[in-house]
């Protein structure tokens, strides 16, 4: 079973930085891959960033190329997406999410999501 907790949001000025944490309470963590999302007011859910089970691979979408950095600890059950250099337009909800079919940008491929945490950056 998986059970996704995020944790980490906040409200930061532009320019700065965040590191969000996913925990997975379950003890099958290593067999996913994880992703992240995010979801702004009026606006669909959308694909941040991805990684296999076992940490290779990962994918980003083009906005968060080169400012954002997935990665996880299948030790301690947890995937991090570490923010850097944000920008007003990165303020969302930001999920995680787990599937068994590898690294995808398409959020129904997903089987299990976190309960999402809010970033919010202020100009």
């Known amino acids: 079973q998986v059970q996704l907790v995020e944790s980490g949001g906040g409200l930061v000025q532009a320019g700065g930085s965040l590191r969000l944490a996913c925990a997975n309470s379950?003890?099958?963590?290593?067999?996913?891959?994880m992703g992240w999302f995010r979801q702004a007011p009026g606006q669909e859910r959308e694909f941040v960033a991805a990684?296999?089970?076992?940490?290779?691979?990962?994918y980003y979408a083009d906005f968060v190329k080169g400012r954002f950095t997935i990665s996880r600890d299948n030790a301690k059950n947890t995937v991090y997406l570490q923010m850097n250099s944000l920008k007003p337009e990165d303020t969302a909800v930001y999920y995680c999410?787990?599937?068994?079919?590898?690294?995808?940008?398409?959020?129904?491929?997903?089987?299990?999501w976190g309960q999402g945490t809010q970033v919010t950056v202020s100009s």
């Open positions: 379950g003890r099958t963590f290593g067999s996913y891959a």
């Open positions: 990684i296999t089970w076992s940490g290779g691979n990962p």
């Open positions: 999410a787990a599937n068994r079919q590898g690294v995808t940008t398409n959020p129904k491929a997903y089987d299990y």
